[in-house]
């Protein structure tokens, strides 16, 4: 089946630095890719939209210059969060229509911790 | 109001036992309709995908989806202890967006 791997799993980092979160479809063009922050026992919240060539389109809310997605090819999409600080710590996802049924494919998430 | 509502539970139940999920939904615009596991700390995995009013049965799991009452549910029969895991329920429209419930917290006990 359809995969997104996502990397890395876990990162843990200083405050005011930035981190990269990647997401590779491996098996299908994932031309649209969703980004969801999910805090502990809570649901995922869609970040933001990349579509591959072009902007992102960020959710209300979503700070667009902290949170940078590049969708330079049909499969990788990455997220930077920049100026990282604590609140900044949660679950970060990638999801991506894998099938043309409305089949979403997850990456495994990852985990940013930033002390 | 959220758009999507889901009692988070935790739901405690013995091996063996049916388990019923349930939630709710407010945009008549929602056509599909899907159930996610995720166990803690991976990233969620596709259960069930339902298009639009019915039922949906894949071994144990059975899906339904009442859009005249915007209600969806999940039933897991047998219950394992493998089954232990937090499910969410999602909704989405012609903008490909999925919205999520807030999850439910299942623990199945040996």
């Known amino acids: 089946g359809a995969v997104v791997s996502q990397h890395p799993s876990r990162v843990i980092c200083k405050s005011g630095t930035s981190v990269k979160i990647e997401c590779r479809s491996l098996?299908?063009?994932?031309?649209?890719m969703f980004w969801y922050r999910q805090f502990p026992k809570q649901s995922l919240m869609l970040m933001a939209t990349?579509?591959?060539?072009?902007?992102?389109?960020?959710e209300q809310g979503v700070e667009k210059d902290k949170f940078l997605i590049n969708h330079a090819s049909l499969t990788l999409s990455t997220l930077t969060v920049t100026s990282a600080h604590p609140e900044d710590s949660s679950f970060y996802i990638c999801?991506?229509?894998?099938?043309?049924?409305?089949?979403?494919?997850f990456g495994s998430g990852t985990r940013l911790t930033v002390v | 109001q959220k758009e999507v509502e889901q009692d988070p539970g935790p739901l405690s139940v013995p091996e063996g036992a049916i388990v019923s999920l349930n939630c709710t939904y407010s945009?008549?615009?929602?056509?599909?309709f899907m159930w996610y596991r995720q166990y803690s700390r991976k990233g969620p995995e596709l259960l069930m995908y339902?298009?639009?009013?019915g039922n949906k049965e894949d071994g144990r799991f059975t899906a339904q989806v009442d859009k005249s009452s915007k209600y969806i549910s999940l039933f897991i029969r047998d219950s394992q202890p493998s089954d232990s895991a937090t499910y969410l329920c999602?909704?989405?429209?012609?903008?490909?967006?999925?919205?999520f419930g807030t999850g439910t917290l299942l623990a199945v006990q040996p």
């Open positions: 945009n008549s615009a929602f056509q599909y």
């Open positions: 339902t298009y639009s009013s």
């Open positions: 990349s579509n591959e060539g072009s902007k992102a389109t960020y």
């Open positions: 999801s991506s229509l894998s099938d043309g049924r409305g089949g979403y494919t």
């Open positions: 098996d299908f063009q994932a031309t649209t």
């Open positions: 999602a909704a989405g429209g012609a903008t490909n967006k999925l919205i």
